[in-house]
């Protein structure tokens, strides 16, 4: 438990919850501290405010400071008015009768007169820190009432005491149940933000034991989501491989099956006596046996290029001879299957690649084209620069193969069964195999419907290859290049 994310995201969140809390905490009780010793401060104001009015009034009606001398305890009397009330308010026996609040400490005063002179009160000690009020009568000071400045926190009073003491405990008692209330919802709270995650654990054993089409449901558009959306592609992705493995397993045992029959039937007609090993039994044999070699390179070659171990030797090289070469070896062929074969390839374009492959490339898609292309027919090869590309398009006439099977014409083995069936030869791996070349010499390949009713054959390559290539032959580009024309 200790080793899970849930517990140790629950402990992130309870400690800075706690953290929290205690810094609240303190706060409050600073501010509580701060507060109540101006509390404390202002209302030994007011009292002190209150005894001077009353000495005030007692001294305008005494005409001086006499009336301290005097019979009873004027002072003491002067000093319990200041406690519950101003002059001319509740008498102090009114309010022993009514029940009022019961007296608190004495306070603590001592009056001087206008010059400094002792009057009443306790002696002052040399260099007390005291709180001076004034005794103004008729705008003049006749007295001064000096009091002992409260110390911070320094609580006399019975009530004040208690009145702090329950402030504190009800701080302290609402930080405790915040921590408990913060240990309550971080745990619910990791529980729910790892929700996701045990979900997308689940789906990757899952995934890993071989169910491919399991898929998480995506929530919010954060982290989590983004992971979840890139788990059911990675999904998709496994499963649609997995689904071209079972293809191409399927695919290349059909393609083995056929010549090994075709050779099982030769060699038993053989065997029987059926036919005699002439030169046509030969000639029969030798193909069959050809079909299979040609098969077995193509798979070779492809599972090299999936491994990146294809032999690819870049170098300087025009293209539109490479092309032009190629139109001229299988036009005789195209001639004899009663296809026109049309150009029209800009000279001079230059471009760094392996010159082999780019034949390969090159005789893969014209024998596509002639072997699928229905007599009569036509197909046209163009070359050119277009919008900062050099782009190669071979285009045939019918048959045309459905929109929808078209992102699947460069899969292995994949042939259009209505019309560009396995009665026309060849191993199902030539687009494959153009695409691995294409993308080694960082172009893309695309298949579309032909303008020409057919099929269209589109390879682009970057114009960056191409600069490469002039710059390492020293050739600043052709002055009499043209764009593609549109048809």
Known sequence: MRSSITFKLFLAILATCIVVALAMGMAVRYSFDSGFDDYIRERENQRLDSLAQALAV?????????????????????????????????????????GGPPPGPPLRVTLLDADGGWLAGPRVRPGAELMRHPVTVEGRSVGWLLSPAPMPMVVNDEIDRRFQARQLRATW?????????????????????????RRLALATRRLADGDFDIRVRVGAPDELGRLARDFNRLA????????????????????????????????????????????????????????????VDDLHELSLADAGALDYRMQPLD?????????????????????????????????????????????????????????????????????????????????????????????????VESSRSRLHGGSGLGLAICRSIVQAHGGGISAAPSDLGGLAIRVEWPLAEARAADAAVGAGGSGGLRAMDEE
Request: hydrophobic residues 45%.
């Open 173 to 197: 008692v609402i930080v405790g149940l915040s921590v408990l209330l913060a240990a309550l919802v971080s745990l619910l709270l990791a529980r729910l933000l790892l929700v996701p995650v």
């Open 58 to 98: 007692d001294y305008a009606e005494a005409g001086g400071w006499g009336f301290l001398a005097g019979s009873g305890d004027r002072w003491g009397r002067s000093l319990r008015l200041s406690r519950y009330g101003r002059p001319g308010g509740e008498h102090e026996h009114e309010r022993d009768r009514d």
């Open 319 to 415: 293209l539109s001879a490479l092309a032009a070469r190629a139109l001229d070896a299988v036009r005789e062929r195209y001639t004899r299957a009663g296809l026109a074969l049309d150009q029209d390839i800009e000279p001079g374009l230059r471009l760094s690649g392996d010159e082999r492959r780019l034949e390969q490339l090159l005789a893969n898609l014209l024998e596509n084209s002639l072997r699928y292309t229905d007599s009569p027919g036509r197909v046209r090869l163009r070359l050119g620069r277009r919008d900062g590309r050099i782009v190669l398009e071979l285009a045939d006439t019918a048959p045309a193969v459905a929109p929808d099977q078209l992102p699947r014409l460069f899969d292995r083995l994949y042939r």
């Open 236 to 295: 998709h992705s496994l499963a649609r491989n997995a689904r071209l493995r079972r293809e191409l397993m399927a695919d290349v045992s059909h393609e083995l099956r056929t010549p090994l029959a075709v050779l099982r039937g030769e060699i038993e007609a053989l065997q029987d006596g059926l036919r005699v090993p002439d030169e046509a039994a030969l000639a029969s044999l030798a193909h069959e046996i050809g079909r299979l070699n040609r098969l």
